[in-house]
């Protein structure tokens, strides 16, 4: 297997840390930035106002202890990372954010955006915890109305139907694209590893120019396939396909990608936020009311902050067919109550369908890496 | 496979290399020949090089005839070994070498505890502790030394039933308690059992996830194997059949082997 990154892959793992100077740029040439924490933020309705959208969640743990200045400690490090960088003013995006949206999905998140709202201007999103009923889709689709209200206000701007169906078009495009780019994965062997899948869902965040950020996405993924079918194989076909699900992955916690890539596996898809679980559902362009086509595509991502989560369940059993899955690893974070409660449905879920699953429950300090190279290794081994 | 492969035995040497205490089995082709363990020193890889080379003088071996793999928290650390396994699966086979017909192990270690479900000939489903030292052989090691006994003495003075109950899991505040009860001048072996009742509660907790019958046995590995009080301690608590093997301690090793004797035979 490769160790370098293709020369394409460099400039998406560089995109967080590049992202600062050009989030700087763009700052200075009189663009305004929202900071995002969800995926059931609806992102056209920045991309209209012609705002820059970024995605705030942390994945270091660099500036947790300073949050742990101000929230408890027995909390989810993603929420108390992510507050200790507006903290301590060590995030260029957060700094750089002229509005942070959130939402009402976890406990922890919701307090945590309280507290926020102290330090930068903070607009809260209610959102519903079903989502299948009549009152639910209406609720969500208000508040979708009330953010336009408010980014219009906010920024001065006039949001028309022409700017709302582009945005539409133009964020299912990304959508197409890096789905596109992750059903590479679906090939046995598949053309790359999941560390190297990564690199780009992650960084793909991080690229602002949303039709430069289409083209680059189509062009690698042009490349890989044109590769593979050249007879390239940079992944070993004896290694086991395994797809990881929970909470979101990236930065500190790659460390459970890499511990089943170093164990005998690879991961083949990703049905977390990071991946699947945003990408696969798309804006309905056809209907007639462009904020009902975006509230309803977005409430339907199936999230453990939802009850029941049921959607997550549809999702598991298609792409475990689809990518012809040998195991699923489920990553959690600690104290991630609704991930960690989930776990049991999950695993009786996957149970009945004679699927192996296997639970790591994890933080982001770097400390347990051996303990989850042993248990990734132990749960491959046992996949025979 | 060559015909001087089919001609020659081979020798498969597995290495378990704990946090505490480093094992090794020689097996020629499966039947187990000869074992040995030492304590796992500053030099991890010395440890198991010198179990290694002792098994190899001992029984006259030629490093030509050897297949090594190794086990264990330092399996990659040994770098003459051709292969690592997890300590879960070579647990699993190794006791499942010593018993077939068994359906979970428990494995108490020096630093940790797991307990392994086995069906259909191998490991099936596991769960670890090796966060803390609750449950662990450090634990009951910490034990003896505050109450200055002896493992071996447990069953000579230790009884199943005890009038003391440890509260704290953890290593540490246990201990405070203990000294605390030694200074209310509480029986050493009421205490010891105490201690061990607390490992067998850890243990109930942790097998509390698995489907387990009635009518099958566990096999306890590890170093606390030994103690007959022990053992029988964990099977009043956890309410199902435990067993021991004199192999106990090298379950781990002797997985290695034979994984390593199967894959062999396969090519």
């Given at each position: ?35 995002v924490f969800c995926t059931y933020t609806p992102r056209e309705i920045f991309l209209a106002a012609d705002l820059v959208s970024v995605g705030l969640c942390s994945v270091s743990d660099e500036t947790i202890a300073d949050a742990e200045k101000v929230l408890p400690r ?76 408010r980014i219009e206000r906010e920024f001065n701007v006039v949001i028309t139907e022409k700017n709302i169906k582009e945005a539409i078009k133009l964020e299912n495009e990304v959508r197409v694209s890096l789905k596109e780019f992750s059903e590479l994965s679906k090939l ?197 | ?267």
């Open positions: 297997m490769s160790n370098t990154l293709p020369k394409d892959f460099e400039s998406f793992s560089k995109a967080r840390a590049q992202g600062f100077v050009k989030m700087k740029e763009l700052k200075e040439s009189g663009k305004n930035v929202v900071g027995n909390l989810c490090p993603l929420i108390k990372s992510s507050y200790g960088f507006a903290y301590t003013e060590k995030c260029p995006y957060m700094y750089f954010s002229d509005m942070i949206v959130g939402e009402t999905t976890c406990d922890g998140k919701k307090k945590m955006y309280e507290l926020l709202g102290e330090l930068k201007k903070v607009h809260i999103m209610q959102l519903p915890q079903r989502q299948d009923d009549e009152q639910s889709k209406d609720m969500w689709y208000k508040e979708v109305l009330l953010l336009k209200e046995v062997p598949p053309p790359i590893t999941g560390l190297e899948q990564l690199k780009i869902l992650f960084g793909s965040d991080y690229k602002f120019d949303v039709k430069e950020k289409i083209e680059e996405v189509k062009n690698i993924t042009k490349k890989i396939k044109t590769d593979y079918d050249n007879g390239e194989r940079k992944v070993n076909k004896n290694l086991k396909r395994i797809l990881v699900t929970g909470c979101p992955i990236g930065g500190a916690t790659e460390k459970v990608v890499s511990a089943i890539e170093e164990s005998g596996g690879v991961v083949v898809v990703y049905e977390n936020c990071t991946s699947m679980k945003k990408l696969e559902l798309l804006v309905d362009e056809k209907e007639a009311d462009p904020y009902r086509a975006i509230a309803d595509r977005y409430l339907k991502i199936g999230c453990s902050i939802m009850t029941p989560n049921n959607r997550r369940l549809d999702l598991l059993s298609s792409l475990i067919e689809e990518y012809k899955v040998d195991g699923v690893i489920e990553m959690t974070l600690t104290a991630c109550i609704t991930y960690n409660v989930e776990t049991s449905t999950i695993r009786k879920f996957l149970e009945s369908k004679k699927v192996p699953f296997m639970t790591l429950e994890t933080d982001y300090s770097s400390s347990d890496t051996a303990m989850l190279k042993t248990r990734a290794a132990a749960f491959i081994e046992m996949l025979g | 496979m060559n015909m001087s492969d089919i001609t020659e035995s081979k020798y498969f040497v597995g290495i378990d290399l704990g946090s505490t205490m480093c094992k090794a089995v020689l097996f020629l082709e499966n039947n187990l020949v000869d074992k040995e363990i030492v304590k796992t020193g500053y030099n991890h890889v010395a440890s198991a090089r010198d179990v290694f080379s002792t098994l190899l003088k001992r029984n006259n071996v030629d490093e030509k005839n050897i297949i090594v793999s190794s086990t264990g928290y330092g399996r990659e650390l040994i770098d003459f070994a051709s292969k690592s396994y997890t300590e879960i699966t070579c647990h699993s086979l190794g006791a499942l070498h010593l018993d077939s017909s068994i359906q979970a192990v428990i494995d108490i270690g020096g630093q940790d505890m797991k307990a392994i479900k086995i069906e259909d000939g191998k490991a099936q489903n596991f769960i670890m502790n090796d966060k803390c030292a609750a449950g662990t052989g450090r634990f009951l090691a910490m034990a003896l030394e505050k109450l200055e006994i002896q493992f071996e003495d447990i069953d000579k003075h230790v009884e199943i039933e005890s009038s003391i109950k440890i509260n704290n899991t953890c290593a540490v505040f246990a201990e405070s308690e203990i000294i605390s009860l030694i200074a209310q001048n509480k029986n050493r072996y009421d205490i010891m059992s105490g201690v061990i009742h607390s490992i067998a509660l850890k243990v109930s907790q942790m097998i509390s996830k698995f489907e387990l019958s009635k009518d099958k046995n566990i096999l306890l590995t590890g170093g606390l194997y030994a103690s007959d009080i022990i053992r029988q301690i964990i099977e009043n608590t956890i309410k199902y059949r435990v067993i021991t093997s004199k192999y106990s301690q090298f379950a781990g090793s002797i997985g290695a082997a034979i994984l390593t004797y199967n894959n062999h035979i396969k090519k």
